[in-house]
Structure formats: structure tokens, C-alpha cells
């Protein structure tokens, strides 16, 4: 079973910075793309940036690109999401995800889920 384990969210003020950190379990992690996904309150699961499996690939949408930097570390089985210059509207549940089968960009396209952890962003 693939465990996925978020961490390093939390309260921040608006122009400040926090970095995520998604830890997997599964011995091959190093062959499966990983992606970062975020759920506002009222609002759609929504897709926030993607690495493939060799970590030369990343892909980010349009609203974080040039703030948001995904990353993974395979000495620790960790991907990380570094969130700079945050803003109100970045408040959201965050969420990993693990194996990607098609698209990155797509949360249907993910078979593994982490149970999420929340960053706010005050004003």
C-alpha cells in the first residue's frame, strides 16, 4: 500500500513563504510522476504543479507559475512544494498525489492521494 504524507503547511501572512513536503513510502518511488493539488473552501479540486519521474519535468498552472516550485529529493522519498510570495487566494486544503496515468494536470489521472494539510494566508 503507498502511503502518501503531507507536511509543512500552516498560517502565514500574505508575501511570506511555506514549503510543503509530500513523503511516499513505496520503494520504487523514484519511476512515478508526483502532483500537488488544492481544494479552496466552495471551490473545485483544482491543479497547482507536477514533477514526472526524473525530476527534469515540472508543470504549473497558470495562477502560481513563478511563485510555486515543485522539487523531489530521492535520498528521502520526498517531493517538495515550495510556495513564495503567497497571497489570500492561495488558502486552500493542499494535497499530494502519486502515479499519474496520462495527464499531470489532472486529478482524475492519480492514483494515490495524501489526506491533504491546510496553508492560510492572511491579508
Known amino acids: 500500500q503507498v502511503q502518501l504524507v503531507e507536511s509543512g503547511g500552516g498560517l502565514v501572512q500574505a508575501g511570506g513563504s511555506l514549503r510543503l513536503s509530500c513523503a511516499i513510502s513505496k520503494r520504487t518511488w523514484n519511476a512515478v510522476g508526483m502532483g500537488w493539488f488544492r481544494r479552496a473552501p466552495g471551490k473545485e479540486r483544482e491543479f497547482v504543479a507536477a514533477?514526472?519521474?526524473?525530476?527534469?519535468?515540472?508543470f504549473y498552472s497558470d495562477s502560481v507559475k513563478g511563485r510555486f516550485t515543485i522539487s523531489r529529493d530521492g535520498a528521502q522519498n520526498t517531493v517538495h512544494l515550495q510556495m513564495n510570495s503567497l497571497r489570500p487566494e492561495d488558502t486552500a486544503d493542499y494535497y499530494c498525489?502519486?502515479?499519474?496515468?496520462?495527464?499531470?494536470?489532472?486529478?482524475?489521472?492519480?492514483?494515490?492521494w495524501g489526506q491533504g494539510i491546510q496553508v492560510t494566508v492572511s491579508s
Open positions: 498525489a502519486a502515479f499519474p496515468s496520462g495527464t499531470y494536470l489532472s486529478p482524475d489521472a492519480y492514483l494515490h
Open positions: 514533477i514526472d519521474w526524473s525530476g527534469n519535468k515540472s
